[in-house]
Every structure is written in structure tokens, then in C-alpha cells.
């Protein structure tokens, strides 16, 4: 039997960054990792650090995205003293490229909402062709205009991955691979967590395992709605430096590859590529670039995102079993400042968060839509 | 050319086709993959990372590792592991990353 403060099932990019901030809080954490059969978003995903146009209708999210991307320089800093790994952080700020002016009415009308619930903070400009040439030279005809806020960023996700799992090694977090959670039991002092032969204790629980929240929660009782949504993303032969700023739909990697990507399916669990979507990917990449279309792919891939039924995070505090947390998101990416350095000291007790009760469980009762940002 | 190659051939080749590494004439077996014909002569390393410049040469021989990357005929980052010489071939080293010339005169 294992004994811990902490059990994270979870060893994506939320489960770890929420371990690597109850790590720093002192208190003895143990992760829970299913395997490489399992579904994983946290090595499929395209690397945004994004503001811009998220929030919608929902200024907590909003809010709580903007926190995360000016928490990261700190969480960066953290990361690279405790392990030298460099995760290339770039905010630049980025844009939206606009192929009709369909979507750049929709873009717009998405900002102005956004400023006005920030009472005017909330920096972004709009680009027509000529302006927005000046600032990215091979932008090509087909792009009708863009969106450009000074917030957003990119970083390396799968340095970023690397660096949290060396950096809770580090700091004393025991990681354990190849753990399928097989039952949840509630006692007076915590949780026992059996997995096959083994059984782990903990006085505080965190799900944090992705599509794998639906089971887990079902465990203790709880209905935690996401589902799967997949991205394909191509990636391109090593290129100069030519685009200095994450895209939508194109982003230049520190290592000179070109990830393309924005693919939307509802395909249940199949995280295949497809010939269709990942010629579309290809074809708005080319108008977005047209020099693109002289360049070789050498790799594509799909992955699932985390999608909840209305597209936000889930943070939840169990009512009925407390010392247990649900989270839940798709932006692992930018949200992985926040999920350190803010959930982490919620959930271990140390501080409180208002802005999160606006994530919790009890919303999805009687609603079913679902609302995509990136 | 003289030269004193990591690899040997098995067997004599019955024809030969003349292609240039970084403007030095081989003579080369026909019908071979552009890396097996690099790795019979003494040509040093093939290629330098864009990463980290550090030098490499074809290692997989089977299009997946990408170490063997070459610029063939003004064509940059081929893989000569997959790429058949022909007679003429104009090869060079492969140093750093493909620059695109974006913003630039052109794309070759």
C-alpha cells in the first residue's frame, strides 16, 4: 500500500501542473499515469498560449485565462530553475487570421463584448490586408483580415510536459505509469484508490485524468460530462524562422517545424488522422501562407480534446466526498500557470478561490450546449 | 575518386552514374538510394541539425529518422534514403533549416 497527501489520477498536463504546485506547497503527492494506451491530449496539442476571444459570454473564463497567460512567466521561471529545460515561451501576442468577413465580423463582435466586460482592458486591434502584411510578410491574399491581441503566446508543449515531470521528480512527487484506476473507496481519513494489485491512499483525491473523469467520477457519484472533440495537426519539414507569432492555424515550433492544425470532429473516441480533415487543415494553410504550399509534411496526428458539455473548465470541490476535486479542460497549455500556481493552493486548502465556484459541476444541470474557444 | 569509406559494397556494381557532393564529382552505383551511395564514399558528415548544428549522416535508411537530409538539385531537406542517384545529381550538404524566403526574391 502507497500513502500520499495527494493522489493526482492524471498525468497529462493538468494532473502534473496541479502536482507541481501542491509539490511546491510541501505536501507528498503521488500521480497516478494510465499508460500510453490511454488517450493523451497533453502530447497531441498545438502548443497556444490563448487569450484572445475566449470568454465569451462567460468573463469568469475569461478572466481566468488572462490570469493564467500573466501567471506564466512566473510558472516558466519556476520550471526552468528547478530543471534547466528551456520551453521556448513566446508572448508575443498572436493573431486570428480571418479567411472571410464573415468570420472577422464574428471575431470582432466576440472582442467587443469582451472589452466592454472589462470595462475597456482588454487590448486587442483589428488588421486589414495591408496593415496586417506589414506585420507577418507572407501572409497571403486569401486572408481578409486579422484579430491580433497583445495576450496571447505559445510555448513548446511537449518541453513543457518534460519539464513538469522532471521538476515533480524533483521535488518528491512519486510518478507511477501504467495505473488503471479500478475502484475508489471513501473512509473517515480519505480515499483508497485500487489498481490491480495495488492500492494507494490519500487523504485529498484529484481526477485530473481527461476523457477518464467520466468513469472516475462516476466512481464517487458524480456525472462529469465531457467528451471527446478531435484536432488533427500537421507538421512540416524544419523551415527558417519566418512567422514570429502564434496563429490560429499556424504556428512556427522553436525547432523550425510548422504545426498546422484547427480541425474541429465529433468522432467519438477515434484519434486517427483523416485524408479529408487534414486536407482542409492543409489547404487554409496554403491561403494563409501560400509559400506553405512548397514545403513537405512529415508527420500528422489527431488527439482528443476535453471537451465539457459547455466547453469550460470543471473544477469541483465534491460536495458529497469532501477532499475530492474533479478538473477538467482543454486548454492544458494555457491554463497550466493557473492550474499550478492558483487551483493547486485551492484545492490543498491554502487559499481561496471565488473565481472558480463558477466552474463547478452543478451548472450542467438542464444544459447541453456546447460552446468551442480554443 | 579515391576514397575511404565507412561501407563497402558487397558486390561490383555493373554500372555507375556521376553525380557532385558539394561540387566534388563520385561516381556512384546506379540503381542505389542517394544515402547508400553518400555512405560508400568519404564524404564526412551529410548534414548539420537546425537544432543544435550538430553533424549528421543517414542512420535509418528507411525515411523516418530524417538524419540523412540532403539538398538535391536546389531541392532542400530531401531524404536521400529515399531518393534513387541519378546521373547529374547535384547534392550538398544540408546545413540548418530550409529558409523559405518569405518576404524575400523568391523560393528557391
Known sequence: ????????????????????????????????????????????????????????????????????????????????????????????????????????????????????????????????PAQLKSRIP????????????????????????????????????????????????????????????????????????????????????????????????????????????????????DEGTVQLGDSLESVGFDDRTSSEAMSEIAARAVQCFPQLGQVRMVRAWGALRVLSADGYPIYEAAHDSPGAFVVTCHSGVTLAAAHALRLAPWIAGEADAPGLRAFNLARFKGQSEVRYAH | MPTDALFRSLQLAPNHVRITFDGMPLSVPAGVSLAAALLAHDVGHTRESPVNGRPGAPYCMMGVCFECLVEVDGQANAQACLIQVEDGMSVRRQRGARDLLIGGADDE
Not at chain 1, 475569461?62 to 493564467?68: F, K
Not at chain 1, 489498481?195 to 468513469?215: I, Q, S, T, Y
Open chain 1, 1 to 128: 500500500m502507497h500513502k500520499a497527501d495527494v493522489v493526482v489520477v492524471g498525468g497529462g498536463l493538468v494532473g502534473m501542473s496541479i502536482a507541481y504546485g501542491l509539490a511546491l506547497l510541501g505536501r507528498q503527492v503521488t500521480v497516478l499515469d494510465e499508460g500510453d494506451d490511454a488517450f493523451r491530449a497533453a502530447r497531441g496539442n498545438f502548443g497556444l498560449l490563448w487569450v484572445q476571444g475566449k470568454g465569451y459570454k462567460n468573463s469568469p473564463y475569461a478572466s481566468w485565462t488572462r490570469q493564467s497567460v500573466a501567471l506564466w512567466p512566473e510558472f516558466n521561471a519556476l520550471l526552468q530553475s528547478d530543471t534547466g529545460i528551456d520551453l521556448h515561451l513566446r508572448q508575443p501576442g498572436g493573431f486570428q487570421l480571418c479567411m472571410s468577413e464573415q468570420e472577422l465580423a464574428e471575431e470582432t463582435r466576440r472582442l467587443v463584448w469582451l472589452q466592454e466586460a472589462f470595462d475597456g482592458d482588454y487590448p486587442y486591434e483589428l488588421l486589414d
Open chain 1, 138 to 253: 507572407g501572409i497571403g491574399p486569401g486572408v481578409v483580415g486579422a484579430c491580433y491581441t497583445p495576450m496571447d503566446g505559445h510555448v513548446n508543449p511537449l518541453k513543457l510536459l518534460r519539464a513538469l515531470y522532471a521538476a515533480c521528480t524533483l521535488r518528491g512527487v512519486a510518478i507511477v505509469n501504467g495505473v488503471t484506476v479500478d475502484g475508489i473507496d471513501q473512509h473517515a481519513s480519505g480515499f483508497g484508490i485500487r489498481a490491480a494489485a495495488d492500492r494507494f491512499e490519500a487523504e485529498h483525491l484529484v481526477l485530473a485524468a481527461g476523457l477518464g473523469n467520466r468513469p472516475l467520477g462516476a466512481m464517487l457519484g458524480m456525472d462529469v460530462p465531457v467528451r471527446p472533440n478531435r484536432g488533427q495537426i500537421l507538421v512540416t519539414e524544419r523551415l527558417q524562422p519566418f512567422l514570429h507569432y502564434p496563429t490560429t492555424y499556424v504556428r512556427q515550433t
